[in-house]
């Protein structure tokens, strides 16, 4: 079934939505045309088979948040998805094997999915910063490091700009509540007098990490 997963809480805003890429490329496009759906935009262009066949299920996506009632995806100068006719918040991932969604009505979101290889471990060092250390697992680190940086990952689509250092100016609190599956927690965007907090929460499904934020009540910076 190529919807994997479909995460709505009713009254919460948002719902998140991962496509499972088993299909060929072929598959996705006959599955285009039975729903009478229209080859996205750019689709011709891309060279790279998986990128096109995440783009195919992009788009599919899209029609079923927005129940085939027609839509317009573009972005903006900095790269972050909007929806037109469409109103709230929406964030895409894409990993070899999956492609997720999230949509909220009213408030900034993001979405990350990781599917851990190991590579992480190379590049911790820039994106860790001195408070996470102090409460991620040393005994077997490479779950934390994938955990933090897929929280910095959704609250740099969240917030939607550039300029932004993933170390020195995203700070994720340790998870106040979790298990061997899934878990909550506050991740802090702060640079130069901007600050906004977000919850993240995280959710491991089969063979990889579901990672969202939403933004909380900004936070005023208070005067010398």
């Not at 006719?85 to 999230?102: M, R």
Request: net charge negative.
């Amino acid at each position: 079934m190529p919807l994997l997963h479909q995460h709505t809480i009713t009254g919460s805003g948002y719902q998140i939505l991962i496509w499972n890429l088993t299909e060929t490329e072929e598959e996705l496009l006959m599955f285009l045309n039975t729903h009478t759906i229209s080859i996205p935009e750019g689709y011709f262009s891309i060279k790279h088979l998986l990128r096109r066949k995440q783009k195919l299920a992009t788009h599919l996506l899209i029609n079923h948040l927005t129940e085939g009632k027609g839509f317009q995806i573009t972005y903006n100068a900095l790269g972050k998805p909007e929806l037109l006719n469409h109103c709230g918040s929406i964030s895409i991932s894409h990993s070899p094997h999956h492609v997720g969604l999230i949509h909220h009505t009213e408030l900034k979101t993001g979405i990350d999915l990781e599917e851990p290889d190991g590579r992480i471990l190379n590049i911790a060092g820039r994106f860790i910063n001195e408070e996470e250390q102090k409460w991620l697992n040393f005994e077997n680190p490479e779950k934390d490091y994938y955990l933090i940086w897929g929280v910095k990952e959704c609250a740099f689509k969240a917030i939607g700009g550039g300029g932004i250092d993933f170390k020195n100016h995203l700070k994720v609190g340790k998870p106040e509540s979790r298990d061997n599956l899934e878990g909550t927690g506050t991740v802090l965007f702060t640079k130069s007098l901007e600050m906004q907090p977000f919850r993240y929460y995280y959710r491991y499904l089969e063979d990889y990490l579901l990672v969202y934020t939403i933004a909380l009540k900004p936070i005023i910076p208070t005067s010398a």
